[in-house]
């Protein structure tokens, strides 16, 4: 059965895609489901950052679901329907105040490699495998996500995963700026659940501004909000967690931020 899964574990909200049989491959619904989800936990003051994963271990995400495309774009105005979920789905993670994750193990394709490209931080396993097979498959990709890529790669890095169809091992993909980290796929677990951990102590609202400053730096000059940046870092000042950040800092201790 193909689903979106979530749970909440402590600080971190999981958005789980789930669809074994076919490595994960995302149906119509779960790109559908996907903002709600991330919209409730960014909504959730427990959550710290939200991760998205793959369920098991033998792939992230592997596309989408092409068993679909003959029902789900079938014609112009089911293409057009189908393509606004899938748009709306790559949204999702950017627009989240919260810092959005990716854990990948295995096979990260296609969708999979989109939506990972609009997550905040990529972490994967030494065994996964990436590629992008829209020539493959003879789509064509949008604009956004194409200056997604650009932004991470470059344009001649980009120009080779689209061109070539081809693909490419952890190693590479961590040589080309696409990952933050790879670790070995035995210590996955170990060392992903210490780096939420590290996120999850830090000050919310210090967060939530460093993310639309970044944000921010990719879009088109007349479109930056650097008013709103700007009173971001005013709040990050005049709330109570600066406060405990100083004391805490002083007393040589953990802080405990509320994220007010």
Not at 37 to 65: Q, Y
Not at 160 to 186: E, Q
């Amino acid at each position: 059965m193909a689903e979106l899964i979530t749970r909440k574990e402590n600080a971190v909200g999981w958005v789980i895609f789930s669809n074994p049989t076919k490595f994960n491959a995302v149906s119509q619904d779960m790109w559908t489901a996907l903002p709600k989800a991330i919209s409730a936990f960014d909504a959730d003051p427990e959550v710290r950052l939200v991760v998205i994963t793959g369920d098991g271990d033998k792939a992230f995400i592997s596309g989408a679901d092409i068993s679909q495309f003959e029902k789900a774009r079938g014609s112009a105005e089911a293409q057009a329907i189908y393509n606004q979920a899938v748009i709306d789905a790559y949204e999702a993670p950017v627009h989240c105040s919260k810092p959005v994750l990716a854990k990948i193990r295995g096979i990260c394709m296609g969708g999979g490699l989109g939506l990972a490209a609009a997550c905040d931080v990529r972490i994967a396993a030494d065994d996964a495998v990436f590629r992008m097979p829209a020539g493959r498959l003879g789509l064509g990709y949008n604009y956004t996500g194409i200056k997604r890529f650009v932004q991470m790669l470059g344009a001649a890095g980009t120009a080779d995963i689209f061109f070539s169809a081809r693909k490419f091992n952890a190693a590479d993909a961590l040589g080309m700026g696409f990952l933050n980290r790879v670790v070995p796929a035995a210590d996955l677990d170990r060392e992903f659940a210490a780096y939420c951990e590290l996120i999850a102590e830090n000050a919310p609202l210090t967060l939530a501004a460093a993310k639309f400053a970044i944000r921010q730096t990719g879009l088109d000059p007349e479109v930056r909000d650097l008013k709103q940046a700007a009173r971001m870092i005013e709040i990050c000042f005049d709330s109570e967690d600066y406060r405990e950040g100083r004391r805490a800092f002083m007393e040589k201790r953990k802080p405990n931020f509320k994220g007010k």
